[in-house]
């Protein structure tokens, strides 16, 4: 792992999963309210699965559009090489 990224930022970046993590990259960002596993990790009920499902629909739309950026950035890198 750490050969690949160094460490789990560059994991992160790599991988485009920034929407996933704090600023500092200490804490990851759960669907769900997180209590370290002490509880089943599954919605409880239909309130708190449609929570989840906003979550994560917020999760992809926000990494599809750093994933828009990143091609757009490479783009502009081969238009200034050609």
């Known amino acids: ?15 485009l999963l920034q929407d ?29 699965y449609y929570e989840y499902k906003r979550n994560n629909i917020d999760f992809i739309h926000k990494r599809t559009k750093r994933i828009e950026e990143y091609n757009n950035q490479i783009l502009l890198k081969c238009w200034d090489i050609v």
């Open 20 to 48: 996933l993590v704090y600023d500092n990259y200490s804490k990851v960002k759960f669907f769900l309210p997180f209590n370290d596993f002490v509880e089943n990790p599954l919605p409880k009920d239909v309130n708190e």
């Open 1 to 15: 792992f750490f050969n690949l990224f160094s460490d789990f930022k560059g994991y992160c970046e790599y991988f």
